[in-house]
């Protein structure tokens, strides 16, 4: 059975599967609150073919901090990493 996380977590199991495989409790919680997160099933373009422009805007949703000032390879570690 799942536990129940409350309200601050959308989907408890998915949060649980990403607690157990490792990820901090913050990057679990950022993944289980997506709304559309694996929806993409492996569709979507690598980091490297993406614009700074697209890097800009997924390290703004994400919210990381001082992306408008990263060069395109240390947005993407960046990225990676968070």
Do not use: F, W
């Amino acid at each position: 059975m799942v536990k129940d996380h409350g309200k601050q977590i959308k989907d408890d199991a998915k949060y649980e599967a990403l607690r157990d495989e490792g990820m901090s409790k913050e990057k679990a919680a950022r993944i289980a609150n997506t709304p559309d997160a694996g929806k993409k099933g492996g569709k979507a373009k690598p980091y490297e073919e993406r614009t700074k422009k697209e890097l800009d805007e997924k390290a703004k949703e994400i919210g990381i901090p001082g992306y408008s000032k990263m060069k395109k390879d240390e947005l993407i570690n960046t990225l990676r990493n968070h």
